[in-house]
């Protein structure tokens, strides 16, 4: 095979998608019981391989999530946290609604009795970035 032919052949995308992007379209939060309700203890979660894409120039942005909470009736489940967190790659979301969206998302799948949602983005342009959302159940 000629060195054309080759990158032809790698370069070219394939029609079907790849199970891991499935997984990904397909994911949702998913929780189950807590082991030790009535206990209050605190469970921290990074997530160093966050992306999404700036929704005014469509750059990628690049962040570690840190996931602090208190679980109440239900705990998160961790590989379904991780498709979740990566449903984010190709969505055109800011740093602000990043942070809030998941927040959102992550008290309503399993409404914790505290939580804290931090999203430290990568230096871009000589801005660094970090937005820091709580909620705390009533």
Do not use: W
């Amino acid at each position: 095979m000629t060195t054309d032919k080759l990158s032809e052949t790698v370069s070219q995308p394939s029609p079907e998608m790849k199970y891991g992007e499935r997984e990904i379209a397909e994911g949702q939060l998913i929780t189950f019981p807590n082991p030790r309700v009535g206990r209050r203890y605190d469970i921290s979660i990074t997530l160093p391989e966050f992306t999404c894409k700036c929704p005014f120039s469509g750059y990628p942005d690049f962040a570690t999530i840190y996931i602090n909470y208190i679980p109440g009736e239900r705990v998160v489940e961790l590989k379904a946290l991780k498709l979740y967190i990566n449903s984010y790659r190709d969505r055109y979301i800011s740093h602000e609604e990043s942070a809030n969206q998941i927040l959102d998302d992550f008290v309503a799948a399993c409404d914790p009795l505290e939580v804290t949602v931090k999203t430290d983005f990568t230096p871009r342009g000589n801005v660094h970035t970090v937005v820091e959302v709580r909620h705390q159940k009533q």
